[in-house]
């Protein structure tokens, strides 16, 4: 029976996991019930229920996974579930990118996040038991295949960043107006009427000045708004990341180039950082 255990590492820890997951939900049906019902619409019961089928289809997994095994050996279905699991895995993480800051913040209840975090395992582990060398170099089709998967997730990175520009943490960055002002009053006066103190860029700081300096001369061309201002940020942020592609490019790394742009637009510090005024985005295009 040992053995047989042995040979089932990936299932036996698939139902674990899930059996885990299970047992946390069903502890937290009635503390995440208002919250669920009220803001997710989602029924705690039937979440419960569901992981409990879930639960079910693992222990089949259990005593399938020494013939799936078999049936991936030849490498034929790697590059299928390693895409597929990266897939789920970005559309798990970015639901979570559509709600608002108030809703992560304030309503999100813990039973959620062991969904999400359930989820994003399963994933990992679906790679881990296609991938039995990962050290060796990937066969050209795998390659191929998660070259296409990164350049898809960077391209819907790129759009959720622009799409979420005017709605991004209202409740984070208060001296972000205060900032923004220094941009707006050089569009009208042509004078910045701000002190900027030492930064890491020196001291007096050399550079503070004339990013405002640039993002005011933008705002003579567009409207005053939450939106455009941020559009200076966001652009540079951009340009970094078009700079870190071309670095790992000549690098040599040409294969992993698009996966570590995708990587860097996922990056929650370098997201804050491209969708506000403040002048943290400029660390990123500086290194």
């Not at 803001?39 to 020494?66: C, D, K, M, R």
Request: with cysteine; glycine share 6%; hydrophobic share 55%.
């Amino acid at each position: 029976m040992i053995h047989s255990l042995r040979t089932r590492p990936f299932a036996l820890t698939a139902l674990l996991l899930t059996l885990l997951a299970w047992g946390i939900l069903a502890t937290r049906q009635t503390l995440d019930a208002e919250w669920l019902t009220r803001y997710y619409h989602i029924n705690p019961a039937t979440l419960v229920t569901s992981y409990l089928l879930l639960s079910a289809l693992a222990v089949g997994f259990v005593l399938l996974e020494p013939r799936i095994r078999r049936e991936l050996a030849d490498g034929t279905g790697t590059a299928l579930v390693l895409v597929a699991a990266g897939v789920i895995n970005f559309l798990v993480m970015g639901s979570i990118t559509y709600l608002d800051q108030h809703a992560r913040l304030m309503t999100f209840p813990v039973s959620l996040w062991v969904v999400t975090v359930h989820a994003v395992a399963l994933c990992a582990l679906a790679a881990v038991m296609v991938t039995t060398t990962p050290g060796a170099a990937p066969s050209a089709r795998l390659l191929g295949y998660a070259t296409l998967v990164a350049g898809l997730i960077a391209v819907a990175l790129v759009a959720m960043h622009v799409s979420s520009l005017g709605e991004f943490m209202p409740l984070d960055l208060p001296d972000e107006p205060w900032f923004g002002s220094a941009a707006t009053h050089f569009a009208k006066t042509g004078r910045l009427a701000v002190n900027f103190p030492a930064s890491v860029f020196g001291d007096p700081d050399p550079v503070m000045p004339g990013y405002y300096a640039l993002m005011g001369l933008w705002m003579r061309f567009t409207d005053a708004s939450l939106i455009n201002l941020r559009v200076v940020p966001l652009f540079l942020g951009l340009l970094s990341v078009v700079i870190t592609g071309a670095a790992l490019w000549r690098a040599g790394m040409r294969g992993r180039m698009l996966v570590g742009v995708a990587c860097m637009l996922a990056l929650s510090a370098f997201t804050r950082a491209a969708h506000n005024m403040r002048p943290d985005i400029l660390l990123a295009v500086y290194t």
